[in-house]
């Protein structure tokens, strides 16, 4: 059995599909684990929603930014973009929404871990799942729109200490999702999408520059299209940029992993 770790796809259907042929995906025993998001920009986000959701038990998908969209416009918080629209058409949309909204924003093994944005640098394993899970609850339950409203609403920054689940759940959700430079005192920036090495703000660091060691597995994610693909000691990054007209990426998760690509040449304009 070999297990692949996939890029943001972002609607990237045809080149998904030159990538599951190039490293011989068999979903008979083999497992796809998606970074986060499927969905937007490209021209076929429901192309590759029906299929990952067809793979059922060979996939596992993570949420990410922009399959948060997606939910938002599914409870009417959000217009739909238009490359989102065609999901709302479809005869499937509310079988396929109720799948992505039980997706985790989590999953790992005993040598690796996956999550779109990366994994708060402050925090252990143990608090990372239970971070993920109140949020997973959160989406998950009849209180999803309650929540997405105020996640949308109150751009919480910081891990504070508090008892109010919506306030702790949206920060989570920023973090898994969103996260790319850190102040030193672990507040998100939002603002900044370059690659580090263009990065001459000494007070903003890239969140897996501040990691603590404290998970052991090797970091799987995605979300960063400028900094591309790239690793370090405890981190890989898999976002090489498809949406752009660059390259679709998938990491064979193994002692020594290996990396193969697809490019995209049907990119759209940043």
């Known amino acids: ?9 972002q609607g990237c259907y045809t080149p998904l599909m030159r990538l599951i042929e190039k490293i011989k995906f068999d979903p008979s025993k083999d497992k796809l684990w998606f970074v986060g998001d499927l969905v937007n920009r490209g021209k076929n986000s429901l192309e590759v929603l029906k299929f990952v959701y067809s793979l059922k038990e060979s996939a596992i998908t993570v949420l990410g ?6 939910l938002a416009s599914y409870f009417k918080l959000k217009k739909p973009n238009d490359t989102l629209k065609p999901i709302f058409k479809d005869p499937m949309k509310n079988e396929l929404l109720e799948w992505l909204r039980n997706r985790p924003l989590l999953h790992f093994s005993e040598d690796f871990l996956i999550s779109h944005a990366g994994v708060y640098p402050f925090w252990d394993l143990k608090t990372a799942i239970k971070r993920a899970k109140e949020v997973e609850f959160l989406l998950q339950s009849d209180l999803a729109k309650e929540f997405l409203k105020f996640y949308y609403k109150n751009d919480i920054k910081q891990d504070k200490k508090t008892s109010n689940n919506l306030e702790r759940a949206s920060f989570a959700l920023k973090a898994f999702t969103m996260m790319r430079f850190l102040q030193k005192d672990g507040e998100l920036d939002f603002d ?17 520059k501040l990691d603590k060691g404290l998970i052991k597995q090797t970091k ?6 400028a900094l591309g693909l790239y690793r370090d000691l405890k981190v890989i990054a898999i976002d090489t940029g498809c949406v752009w007209g660059k390259n679709l990426t998938a990491l064979k998760l193994q002692k020594e992993p290996q990396f193969s690509q697809i490019k995209c040449e049907q990119g759209i304009t940043p």
Not at 1 to 9: P, R, S
Not at 220 to 225: E, I, K, L
Request: aromatic letters at 16%.
């Open 65 to 70: 930014n922009h399959d948060i969209r997606l």
């Open 220 to 225: 799987v994610f995605g979300h960063w299209a």
């Open 192 to 208: 900044l999408k370059i690659h580090p090495k263009n990065n001459f703000n000494s007070s903003l660091i890239p969140w897996f």
């Open 1 to 9: 059995m070999a297990i692949y770790a996939i890029g943001d796809v």
